[in-house]
C-alpha cells in the first residue's frame, strides 16, 4: 500500500499506529465514550459532526500552561432551573376542578380535549387518577389533544405507569416526530420505564430525522441513559451487540445511586457472567463502579465483589477496594498481583502518583466502540486485521488506509487503539477536549518542507497522565502549479492506551530505574571533581566499562548481552549497546570542566521496551524492524515512562525549586530542575537520564 513518507513521520507522533497521508475517507467524527456528560449525543454513522460544545476548562495545574492553539472558551457557570410549581389536587384551575377537567379528557370536542389535557399538566403528580384517559388519547397521535396528553404524562411523571404501554407501542409508528416524542416522554416515567428498554433499545438504529429536527435514535438513547439503570442486564446485552458504546453503558452505570438497589442483583450477575462473555470483562470497572455509587444497599453483591480484589488488572482491583469500602465501613487495600504482561510485583508509591485518578469523562475503556484488552482473535473477526504497517508487523491495519490500527501485548490482548479522521482542530478539538479534558502541555507546531509539499503537525497531549490518550493534528499543503492554489488535507489521529497494562508493566520497571538512579547518583560524586577515571567508579551489573580519554564520552558502559546478541546480526541489523554515557567538556567562556552522566534506562531497565504481538510472515523484500526496536515510543505510553522517570528521579535528586517542562527549539522536550546540592538533572523523553554537576554556577 502506497505512502507518503511526511505523514509517516507524523504517525509516529501518534501511536507508531496512527494512520498516513492517504485520500479524504467519510469516517463519523470522534465523539466517544465518555461516562459523564458530553456534548450532543454521539452520532455512530458518518455524518457532519454536531456543532462543537465549549466545555468548562479544568483547573490548570500549579505550574502548567494551558495549550496553545485553539483552545474552547470557558462555558458560563449552568444556570439553575426551579422544579415547576404543580397545583394542589384540591386547587382550582380556570375555575375547575382537577376531576372536572379529568372527566373532559373523554369529551368528543377536539378543542375541549386539548384544553384539558393543558389543564390537567398543571397539577403534576397529583393527576394520577387521569392517567387512563390519558392513555387512551395518547395511544392515538391523531388526536387533536395528543401533544398536550403526552406532556401532562410526562408531568405526572414515575406515577403514570399505566401510560407505559401506549407509549411504548408507539416506538413503532412510521411518523419519527411521533417516536421521538414518546421515547423523551419515557425518559421522564422512571421506574415505571423499565418495562420500555427493550422497545427502546430496538430503536438504536432509526436515523430518521424528525421534522422540528433530532432522530428517534437520539432520544431512544437519551431515555435509555436515563432509565436503563431499571434493566441493567439488558443495557449490557445491547453493549455486547454493539448496540450501545462504552460510553453510553458508562452514562447508564454512572446514573446509579443510593437509592437504586433494584440493580444490583443484574449487576452483579454481571460481574459472575463475565467469564462467559469476554468482552464484559473489560467493563468490570463500571459495574464495580455502580455498586460503590449504590453503597450500603449493595451488600448483597460482596462475594462477587470480593472475587475481583484478586483480578490481574490493578484498575479493577483498585476499583473493588473502593466499591467494598462504599459498602460497608472497613477499609479494605487492593492487594498486589500479576498485571498482564509484568512479573507478580506490588504497586510502586512511584507508578501510583504517575498515574493518579482516573478522568471523570473518560473510562480508559477503550474507543469508539473498540475495547482495549480484546483478545487479537475476537477483533481479528470483526476487523480482519490482516494488513500490517509497512515496516511495523505490529501494527495491524483493519483497512489498507489505516483508519484503524491496533497493537497488541505479547499475550494478544489489545493495548493501544488509534483512530484517523478526515479533518482537522477545528472540526474535533471542542469535543476531544470536553472527552479527554484540557492538555497539561503546549501544543507543539513542527514544520515540514519538501518540494512539493508543506506539511504542518500540531502534536497535543490530553490531560496526560490521568487520561492515556494522545492526539495529532496534521495539516498537509500540497502546492501545485506555480500561482495555483495549493490542496490542503487535514487529518486527526487520535491513540488510547490500556491502564492496567501500562501500570503492569511500568510497576515491573520501576525498582529497577531506582536502582540504576542510586548507583548514577554514586557515580556523580566520583567525576564531579572534573577527573573520570573508570577503575575509580563502581560496578553495574550486566555492562563493561570502557576508556576512551581522547574523546568527550571518556566512559561508556555497553550492554553485555546486546553486544552478544550483535555477534549473530548483519551489521545494518545491529543495536546500540551504550547503557551509560560519562561525558566531560568545557562550557564556552567557563574553563572549568562540565561533567555528565546520561543513563538509558530503555536499554537497561527490563521491561522498558515491552512485548508485543507481532506477525513474522511478512513477503520478501519487506522490510523487517531492528530487534528491541520501541513500538509503542510514540503513544501515551511514551508519555507515562517519562512521567515515571521524572517521580523516581525526583527521590534521587530532591528539586530545589519547581521541576520545569521544556521545550527546546530543536529537539524532544524534557524535564528539568535544579538540586540544592549543584545537580542539574533532565529527563529527557528517550526514557533517559542526565545528570551534570553545576555546583553554585548559574545556567
Known sequence: MARTYPVLLVLG???????CA??????????VEPAEPAPATPPATPVPPAPPVTPTPPATPTGVTPPAGPTPASKDPPQTTKAPAFLDASAKHDGNTLAEWTARLGDADDLVRLAAAEAVAKYGPSAKAAVPALAKIVSNPKDTAWFPAVDAVKAVGPAAGEAVDALIGLLGNPDAGVRLTVAYALADLGPAAGKAIPALLGRLDDRAVATGGGTARDAALSAIEQVGKYDVRAVYAAARRDQLTDFELGRVIDSLGPDDAHAVAG???????????????????????????????????????????NDRSPEVRRSAAEAVAAIGTEKVDAPPSPGRGGPAVGPDPAVAAVFGRASDAYRERGYKGVTLGTPFDELAKHKGLKLTRVGQPWTFASDPKGTEEFVFDAGKNLVCYTRSYDGGPDDYLDQLVDLFGRAERPSRETVTTVPTAVTRRTAVDYTFPKVLARVVFVRTAREGFPGGRPVVEE??????LDRAWAT???????????????????VGEKVKGGEVVLADLPRLDGADGREFPKEREVVRFHDTKREADNTERDKARQLPAVVVAVEKAVRPGDRRPVVRVHFLFERYTPLASPAVHQRNDAPPGVPRPAPGHHPLWYTPFANLVTELNVAVARDAYPPRGEVEFVRPATGAPYYEWRTADGWLVRCRSDDAVTVEWVGDRGL
Open 13 to 19: 507522533l501518534v501511536a507508531g499506529a496512527a494512520g
Open 22 to 31: 492517504r485520500t479524504p475517507a467519510a469516517v463519523d467524527p470522534p465523539v
Open 267 to 309: 449487576l452483579t450477575a454481571e460481574l459472575k457472567d463475565r467469564a462467559a462473555h469476554p468482552v464484559t470483562g473489560n467493563w468490570v470497572v463500571f459495574t464495580l463502579g455502580g455498586l460503590k455509587r449504590i453503597g450500603p444497599k449493595a451488600a448483597s453483591a460482596l462475594p462477587a465483589i470480593r472475587e475481583a480484589l
Open 491 to 496: 487529518k486527526t489521529h487520535v491513540a488510547v
Open 504 to 522: 503492569a508493566v511500568l510497576d515491573a520497571t520501576v525498582r529497577g530505574k531506582r536502582a540504576a538512579l542510586g548507583w548514577v547518583r554514586a
